[in-house]
T-cell receptor, first 113, second 112 residues
């Protein structure tokens, strides 16, 4: 069974631009969660989706948004990029939610210049 | 708000020895889940062990076991017979009703 895939793996953007990251969960998984990892703030929860519905959202500004499609694939979007948005963005999938075993993707490394 | 604290930024263990990583958390919820995740240099996060708060029995997965003290809000990870492949960042995580919270991590070095 294929693991969680994230595209792109690396991305360089400039301040003010917007970016869309994609996550394809393991087949059969209906829950997708997103996390931001930075050296300063560590791992922080962004969103949790289940069956196309956002169930929970972390403490991030409205510039961060996401969605989930009917095939459980998920995207997250960051508008008006700031230097502080440079991070590793991790996606994880599970059958029902993060209370179960989550399987993480390799991450997308975003650099904002 | 729930917080997760890992007081040991770095730990070192000799191969084949035992090491314990500490984690404390703060919560007002009664029903929650606790995890230890491992992140090797490749950056791929892997679940090591999972504990449901309502279960008194400590979780065990092969060489990995936890000491879950609910009243003390403590959740430590014991790695027995340490192997070189255990070298990684270890994150303690809490899942309550609304989100996931992670500790700052403990970098474990395994010496041959």
């Amino acid at each position: 069974k294929a693991g969680v895939t994230q595209t792109p793996r690396y991305l360089i953007k400039t301040r003010g631009q917007q970016v869309t990251l994609s996550c394809s969960p393991i087949s059969g998984h209906r829950s997708v969660s997103w996390y931001q990892q930075t050296p300063g703030q560590g791992l922080q929860f962004l969103f949790e989706y289940f069956s196309e519905t956002q169930r929970n959202k972390g403490n991030f500004p409205g510039r961060f948004s996401g969605r989930q499609f009917s095939n459980s694939r998920s995207e997250m979007n960051v508008s008006t990029l700031e230097l502080g948005d440079s991070a590793l963005y991790l996606c994880a999938s599970s059958f029902w939610g993060p209370q179960e075993t989550q399987y993480f993707g390799p991450g997308t490394r975003l650099l904002v210049l | 708000a729930q917080t997760v604290t890992q007081s040991q930024p770095e730990m070192s263990v000799q191969e084949a020895e035992t090491v314990t990583l500490s984690c404390t958390y703060d919560t007002s919820e009664s029903d929650y889940y606790l995890f230890w995740y491992k992140q090797p240099p490749s950056r791929q996060m892997i679940l090591v062990i999972r504990q449901e708060a309502y279960k008194q029995q400590n979780a065990t997965e092969n060489r990995f076991s936890v000491n879950f003290q609910k009243a003390a809000k403590s959740f430590s990870l014991k790695i027995s017979d340490s192997q070189l492949g255990d070298a990684a960042m270890y994150f303690c995580a809490y899942r309550g009703n609304n989100d996931m919270r992670f500790g700052a991590g403990t970098r474990l070095t395994v010496k041959p």
